[in-house]
């Protein structure tokens, strides 16, 4: 053989080389976009969802992540994304046609609602805003046309809870497709698919990663919308990489410890927080104090770590700074769900339905991360004191 084939051919095994058995706990990374065929099976394969036949269709470390999604939503199909964006824009193609009327609930995450008012409104999609907190007056916004109703809950940044129960049930009557954003709960809290909610996605990037260093998203679907999803996911290539996959499903090991470690702290910082005098509200669904504290029991056995707040006073933006700044554990940055407690403010200007108390306001919005409790509080009260 010539150098330059061995230069190709070397070292290039598909099974352990020197027939060494080699088995780790957790499935290894391939990367590939040939994927070697018979012939036989490169002129008759046909996947369903999962095919063999071009890296693009899915590497092991992705079907074994959405094997573990689907399982944890309880669903019937679960696809794997580049970023929660990407699952949820993805999934308003797959189900929109020019013509289509969609109700988006108004605390979703925001660039979710600038997809539609300024993506699929192009294609002739007329988008909606639902008030944060529609239960059964869903009927008021339903048009002859209207094609899905997405949902956040709670909403990600001013945690206002929908009623599902008669959101699914009107919807179904209607033949309405119901979607959810179920980032902040994760299946360990709610899982929509059991209520009748049609599609679940998730960021995955948030508390299924955890440690802040992947994009990732999710769709999960009932058994009735996974041939439209796996169609248009499949015809427009999208896919993620093994590395990504495997990180997501590493985070998924230890989500549950995670979570009840940032639910307990996040309500004790919460509880904690409601007693201090420079505050005005704690937004958190998982306290009395919310407005919608019983939906929040209705639908959801415990709370994540992620709440609002806003200050009694309005302080300008140089105050704001201040105050931010002289934060040492909680940095300020996008994104959520990660290790390290992190902080970001908004004034919602955008808004179509907005709470009269956030009005004017700037609403706070913290991610607890793994830090002591201890310490968080003492970062905060040294915050406090750079407004006094
Ligand atoms: C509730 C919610 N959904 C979706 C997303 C988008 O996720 P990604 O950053 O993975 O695109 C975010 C991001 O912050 C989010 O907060």
Redesign the pocket.
């Known amino acids: 053989m010539d150098v330059k084939t061995k230069l190709i051919r070397s070292g290039k095994y598909t099974t352990c080389p020197k027939g060494i058995e080699y088995k780790t706990l957790n499935p290894p990374i391939y990367k590939g976009s040939t994927i070697l065929l018979s012939y036989k099976d490169f002129k008759t394969s046909k996947p369903p969802f999962h095919g063999n036949y071009y890296g693009t269709l899915g590497n092991p470390a992705q079907l074994a992540l959405e094997d573990a999604i689907c399982e944890l939503e309880n669903g019937y199909m679960t696809r794997a994304c580049p970023?929660?964006?990407?699952?949820?824009t993805t999934t308003f193609m797959a189900l929109c046609s020019q013509g289509d009327h969609i109700l988006v609930c108004d605390n979703?995450?925001a660039?979710?609602m600038n997809f539609c008012n300024n993506v699929l409104s192009k294609y002739g999609v007329k988008v909606d805003a639902l008030p944060p907190d529609t239960g059964k007056n869903i009927t008021d916004y339903i048009k002859p046309n209207t094609r899905l109703i997405f949902l956040?809950s709670p909403?990600?940044?001013t945690f206002e809870i929908q009623d599902i129960e008669p959101i699914i049930k009107i919807a179904k009557e209607k033949n309405i497709v119901t979607i959810i954003?179920n980032?902040?709960a994760t299946p360990l809290f709610f899982r929509p698919l059991d209520y009748g909610i049609d599609i679940s996605?998730?960021?995955?990037?948030?508390y299924i990663g955890g440690h802040s260093d992947i994009?990732?998203?999710t769709i999960t679907t009932n058994e009735a919308y996974s041939n439209v999803i796996s169609k248009f996911y499949e015809t427009v290539e999208i896919f993620v990489n093994s590395e990504d996959c495997y990180l997501g499903l590493r985070g998924l090991r230890t989500l549950n410890v995670r979570l009840k470690y940032q639910e307990e702290a996040a309500l004790n910082i919460a509880r904690w927080l409601e007693a201090q005098d420079i505050i005005e509200t704690v937004i958190h669904p998982a306290l009395p104090s919310h407005p919608q504290h019983e939906l929040f029991n209705k639908y959801f056995t415990e709370s994540s770590g992620v709440f609002g707040f806003t200050f009694k006073e309005n302080y300008n933006e140089e105050q704001i700074e201040k105050f931010m700044n002289s934060l040492e554990f909680f940095p300020v940055g996008?994104?959520?769900?990660g290790v390290n407690s992190l902080i970001k403010s908004e004034v919602y200007t955008k808004r179509k339905y907005l709470s009269e108390k956030f009005k004017n306001k700037t609403v706070f919005r913290l991610s607890i991360g793994l830090e002591d409790v201890e310490d968080l509080k003492n970062d905060l009260l040294n915050g406090f004191k750079a407004l006094s």
Do not use: Q, R
């Not at 970023?83 to 949820?88: D, P, Q, V």
């Open positions: 970023s929660g964006l990407n699952a949820i979703v995450y660039p979710t956040e909403g990600s940044n954003d980032t902040w996605i998730m960021s995955g990037t948030k994009l990732l998203g996008l994104s959520w769900g």
